[in-house]
């Protein structure tokens, strides 16, 4: 797009959608027509009256500091002698509620809109019609809008024109859209209208989502429907939202007597149950409701079922998590005041996210905003798109967020193969280790510094949220583990990085030195005030001695091989004395069944995968998530809530033991030296608990499936490779054969 102008209202409407319309004629003989549209805000638009592409939300959400997509639509059948082009927009994540400082105008207070429209004649001759100030500004039947606190469309309101519209200096750079559309993606019926016992009437869609309710109803003039949210009901079946913090989700429709679809044009909301507060004087018809979900248009190319139905619920929680929470940009919730570009979030899940959809265009889009808010120094905050207003102030630079810089480029290219992605990213990656380099207090490991930690922890004690481990070890830890990326990033690219395989050995020498005796890591580490401001003495001791420390010793090879066996020893001890169920939280979870079963514990992973007490997995399954919650004990046992402030039931992080179920149950591994599954590994590891297992992953190489079932104690395996691709089946008894495309049977 070249430079055009941007326009704004000459009147500020606070809150509300404003339309900017333009009448335009065209000459004869015209061969085509297309529209280049984007917004501070988000925005829809209308050609003679006919919307503009399936997209919702658009422009999406970018670093809006550096960048904001425009998206390009052919107009040329929509076009006649005499046009009109409506646009509109509405807050959205640039103007309205956002972030933590208060949280609203993060990047503009006001909305503005730009638009090119090229109108190419027969003739080869073209005309442009551009935003400026021929074009008019009105109010529009959205009333107010907000991607927090919801909307209001009042069918009665009559546009008043503003005004013509004004000139607007908007310093980012426009981008044709890189990311994946974002779009309506399915409808759901409710399961039912219930009245609860407070005598509120709610409408249940028996799954928790994102996206908004539509409702088909003709009501009678100046009637209103109002409705606001909830993922979950209270131990006594009443509604409850407290969790959603100052989100207020609510919407609003001021009826007109017409039979219309009312739904949110301009945000979007996290809920399971929707609380009519008002409804017109009818009964509710639930045919004429549904929920719609929005998120990024991903492909599915992963599915995972067995024959236990608790862990296909566990499955199915992963699923909508990704879905809930891929909504353009990787959040860490949907509903609450947050749906932020969580860095550590993102990174933790984005194995499981690449094995169960296609999220390379999704990805490539937000690392390339993280690329863009990455600082002179390296560092990369806690969130992306930073949302502070005030933009001195950031997410804190942590260790095991800010290496998702590290962390997702790789996951990326071992499930594409495609060395572009690593050559995409391959300076972020340098820089965050340059970061992490200069970080730490002492040479060779990262000491000091403000850290999430293992994030909600069941060891954190109390109700705190760093869990107990050194956030000094997992920092120096992950410290090493980006390094050791930054040179396999390296090789494949062919680039010299002597300097970094050099780094990675000394800093996992010291990395032993410091924080290791005989093999095992030493047990206390008391924080100074600059790593925990204002904490009280007993949040001051961290410990090295926790199944996190464990599993990262193993997960990032900071052991010896000589000392795997102790160090899994230890950690199979530390979860035996924690009721045989794991303390981890963000930074452990990912990577604990993995580990276990690397050292020949598989059953002890079974066991943790099949524990439904809290902390585990299938205790939210239990207690009916259809979605995966941000806290293990969401839900407490006495059916109260975890707390009223960081309870979200929709967060995807611990979904990510969805890449054991593929990576080890089913036993579907890419292989680093064929990145893309080129070559893979099948290991498959039956339980008969689960009875069998069918899954199938659509990778960019073709379709691999790994199939086994029980018939009395012999396992029958089906296993397909595609044509092209190489794996190395290895049967739990061992029998190994590497294999090209086709289909495998064996019985063990
Ligand atoms: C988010 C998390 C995030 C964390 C930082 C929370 O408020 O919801 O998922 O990673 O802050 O520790």
């Known amino acids: ?43 829809n638009a209308f050609v003679n009256g006919e919307r503009l592409g399936e997209q919702v ?30 646009i509109s927009a509405a807050p959205g994540w640039a103007v309205g509620h956002l972030g933590y400082d208060g949280g609203k105008n993060v990047f503009a207070d006001h909305v503005s809109v730009v638009a090119e429209i090229e109108l190419t004649y027969e003739n080869g001759e073209k005309e442009f019609v551009n935003t400026d100030a021929t074009w008019s500004v009105s109010t529009n039947k959205v009333t107010y809008s907000d991607i927090y606190m919801g909307e209001t469309f009042d069918a009665l309101h009559e546009p008043e024109v503003l005004g013509a519209a004004v000139a607007d200096e908007i310093s980012a ?52 429907i109002v409705t606001t949210c909830a993922e979950v009901l209270d131990k006594d079946g009443n509604f409850y939202n407290d969790n959603y913090r100052t989100a207020k989700n609510e919407v609003t429709y001021i009826l007109d007597g017409k039979k219309r679809v009312y739904k949110p044009q301009f945000t979007f909301q996290g809920f399971r149950y929707v609380r009519l507060d008002e409804y017109p004087d009818m009964p509710v018809n639930l045919d004429d409701i ?19 139905e608790r862990i296909n619920q566990l499955y199915h929680n992963i699923i909508w998590g990704q879905k809930s929470n891929y909504l353009d940009i990787p959040t860490d919730c949907p509903q609450r005041d947050e749906r932020l570009g969580w860095t550590g979030d993102a990174q933790v899940f984005c194995r499981t996210a690449a094995m169960n959809y296609d999220v390379r265009k999704f990805f490539e889009k937000w690392l390339g905003d993280l690329r863009l808010e990455q600082r002179a120094d390296g560092a990369i905050y806690g969130v992306c798109p930073e949302a502070y207003k005030d933009k001195t102030r950031h997410s804190r630079i942590s260790a095991a967020w800010g290496d998702a810089a590290v962390i997702i480029p790789w996951e990326l290219y071992r499930a594409y193969g495609d060395k572009k992605i690593l050559a995409d990213n391959f300076e972020m990656m340098k820089k965050w280790v340059n970061y992490q380099r200069s970080a730490g207090s002492e040479e060779y490991l990262w000491l000091g510094g403000y850290h ?149 514990k598989t059953e002890l992973a079974y066991k943790l995968l099949f524990a439904n007490e809290n902390p585990s997995w299938l205790y939210s399954v239990e207690h009916g998530a259809t979605t995966m919650w941000e806290h293990w004990n969401g839900i407490k046992e006495d059916g109260s809530f975890w707390s009223d402030d960081m309870n979200s039931y929709n967060h995807y992080a611990y979904g990510s033991v969805g890449d054991w179920l593929y990576g080890v149950v089913a036993g579907i591994t890419v292989c680093e030296d064929g990145a893309g599954y080129k070559k893979m590994h099948i290991a498959p590891r039956p339980c008969k608990k689960l009875g069998f297992v069918n899954c199938e992953m659509n990778t960019v190489n073709g379709k691999v499936e790994s199939n086994w079932y029980y018939k009395g104690e012999k396992v029958y395996f089906e296993i397909t490779v595609p044509h092209g691709a190489e794996a190395k089946i290895i049967l739990p008894n061992g029998y190994t054969q590497t294999v090209n495309g086709g289909t495998y049977h064996f019985v063990v």
């Open 1 to 43: 797009m070249k430079k055009i102008q941007w326009i704004k209202s000459p009147e500020n409407k606070e809150g509300a959608a404003l339309t900017f319309s333009k009448i335009f004629e065209i000459s004869e003989n015209l061969k085509s027509a297309t529209v280049k549209i984007s917004s501070v805000g988000v925005y």
């Open 290 to 308: 549904r929920a719609v979900a929005v998120h990024s248009d991903i492909r599915r190319i992963g599915y995972f079922s067995c024959g236990e």
């Open 452 to 600: 999430y930690g293992d994030w909600l922890a069941m060891d954190a004690g109390g109700e705190g949220c760093v869990g107990a481990t050194a956030n000094d070890l997992i920092a120096s830890a992950f410290y090493a583990n980006a390094a050791d990326i930054v040179v396999r990033a390296g090789e494949v690219l062919g680039e010299d990085v002597s300097e970094y395989r050099e780094l990675h050995k000394k800093v996992v020498a010291k990395f032993r030195r410091y924080f290791l005796e005989n093999g095992l890591p030493k047990a206390e580490f008391p924080l100074t005030e600059e790593q925990a401001p204002g904490r009280g003495v007993v949040d001051k001791i961290r410990l090295g001695m926790t199944q996190t420390a464990l599993v990262l010793l193993l997960r990032f090879n900071l052991c010896t091989k000589a000392q795997r066996a102790a160090v899994a020893d230890k950690l199979e001890e530390l979860i035996m004395n924690f009721g045989g169920k794991m303390s981890t939280g963000f930074v452990g979870t990912p990577y604990i069944l993995h580990v276990l079963t690397e050292c020949g």
């Open 57 to 86: 939300l658009t422009p999406g959400y970018t670093s809006y500091v550096h960048r904001i997509q425009y998206q390009a639509y052919d107009v040329t059948e929509k076009i006649q002698k005499s046009n009109k082009i409506e």
């Open 173 to 224: 750079a426009l981008v044709a859209q890189v990311g994946e559309d974002i779009k309506e993606q399915e409808r759901i019926a409710p399961v039912e209208l219930i009245t609860t016992p407070k005598g509120e009437r709610v409408i249940d869609f028996g799954q928790n989502m994102t996206g908004y309710v539509e409702f088909n109803v003709r009501g009678k003039k100046r009637e209103k």
